[in-house]
Structures are given as structure tokens and as C-alpha cells.
């Protein structure tokens, strides 16, 4: 009797044991169902937010963007406001010149804000543009690239003419209008060949200068800055002794500059820089010293071939200048 008692024992026991194994197992089983479907979220989040973005080059640094850039503003980078001419492109937010858009500009900001002036954003207003990438300025200071990129991806542009063409690729691959840019591109190499063909041989011994009129003083620039850049590396003249000299942008008294004695004189002259001498372009024209002049003297001084608020070292600035002084040089 107290064999099959304790026997009884052992078996009650085991189911007991079984009973609660089971238990463990069944409630095990849902936890590692959830661990494979936390995996499998976390796997989907991770390639969806890599799907929503993208990384782009831009002057040998990488910037990470939103895969869709529609909204794109512009502030302190009159290049990129050029490059949008060209390329046909109208940025939520775009630089406005004394409180409005200059003409330059009017075909591709119909429907922009303003973003602020040249060197003043309005920081406020880009925040409230809810802006997909911002192209900013290589003038402006960290200080200004640190607020900009709190509010999106900050590209600073370069203000660099030699950088002319990454500028305007780089507002292409943001916009999708690569192949724009690309015909842009090739047109201008085109238009190049024929003007270096017609100008070469015929403008060889000439000094052709191009200068700009601003705060009352003329103005001359380094070699690869303006307009230079298309005068000597692209067309090939021979820059002036004083204009390979130059390191930044440097004032010119008359007397100094008629001793360089040019043949030939782009003016870029804008009444929004020489609002305190509005008549000084006149005035220089005037005095008998500019008269000595080769250029002056021989009918050879072109003012405002293009908007004097165009940069000089950009896709739009060069394709228009270009033509200009094609056509300026050829009479």
C-alpha cells in the first residue's frame, strides 16, 4: 500500500513538472516572436530612412540630403541665383537685391520668398520655408553656416570663378536638370571655340581689361576672378601686368589706371553700389585724364555689356559675357 501511495507520488510529480516546462516554453515562444518582429521594424526603419536620403559631393566634401530636394533656398549665393537662370529652376527662397527681386533674377522667382539680402539672411524667414537644403555663400562666416545648418543641410557655394561649372552641376543633381546643365555646358564650349577662333589672331597684342565702378573708384581683379577668367584662360588673351598682380579685388586711382592704358574696357557700373555717388561713372568719363585713354579715345569702352549684377564667374555670366565681347570685339 505505501508502494503504490509513493508510486502515485511520483507520477503527480512528474505531470507537475511537465506541466510548468510546457508553461515556460509557451510563453517563451511569443517572446521570440516579438524579438523577430522588433528586428525585422528596426530593419525597415533603418531602409527607409536611407531610402529618404542621399549623399552628394560637392567640392571634394559629402553633404547628406533629403532624396526629394524640392524646396531649396538661396541666401548669400548670388552664383546659385545665376545658375537657377540657366538652369530654369525657382527656389522656395531666393536673395532679394534693396527689398525686392532685381530683373536678373525674375524669371525664376515668380513664386520664391525672400530669404534676405545679399549678406543679411533672414533666418527667421528661411526656418519658416521649411527648406529640403540651403545654398549659402563661402563669404559668409561660421557663425552664419552654424544657424543655416540648424535649420537644414547648409551647402556653402563657392564665390571662387574658377568653380563655376561644380556650382552650376551641383544645383542640377539638387534639381534633377542635369541634362540642362549639360547642354548649357556643351554650348558654351562651342561658342568658346568660335570666339578663340575669330579673337585670337586678331587681338593678340591687345590689352583688354574688364573693370567694375562701385563706391566711386574703379576696381580691378585677380586674373581668376569677374570676368577675367573668361578674358585670359577661356578666350586667351594676355592679362594686363596689374591684373595678374592683383590678389583680391583692388582700387584704382585714374591716374594709376591710365598708365595701364587698355585698348579695350569692359565697365560693369551698378547704380545699387555707388548710391552715394550716383554720377561718378559720368564724371569719369568726363575727366581728361580717362580721355588719354586708348580705349576712351577710340570709342572702345563697353558699359554693362550684361547686368551689372552679375558675378562674372558663373554658367550665366559667362555664356552672356561671352557673347558680348564676341560682338563688342568683332566691330
Known sequence: MKKTIWNLGIIALFIVVMTACSSKAEVAEPKSETSGTATTANTQEATATSAETKTIKYLDTEYTIPAKSDRIVITGSMESMEDAVVLGVQPVGAISVGGKFPDLFKAVTGSSQSSGEKMQPNFEGILNMKPDVIL?????????????GKIATDIPVSHISTNWEANLRLLAELTGTQDKADQAL??????????????SVSHKDKKIVAVR?????????PEKVFFNPSLYSDIGFTAPDEVKAAKAQEMMTLEKFSEMNPDY?????????NKETPKIWEEIQDNPIWKSINAAKNGKVFV?????LAQGGTAYSKISFLKAAVEKLSN
Do not use: C, M
Open 213 to 221: 565702378v562701385r563706391a566711386g573708384n574703379i576696381y580691378i581683379y
Open 136 to 148: 549659402s555663400s563661402t563669404k559668409a562666416g561660421q557663425e552664419v553656416h552654424d544657424k543655416l
Open 186 to 199: 556643351q554650348q558654351y564650349q562651342a561658342d568658346l571655340d568660335a570666339a578663340r577662333a575669330k579673337l
Open 304 to 308: 554693362n555689356v550684361i547686368d551689372p
Open 265 to 273: 574696357i569692359f565697365v560693369q557700373f551698378a547704380e545699387d553700389e
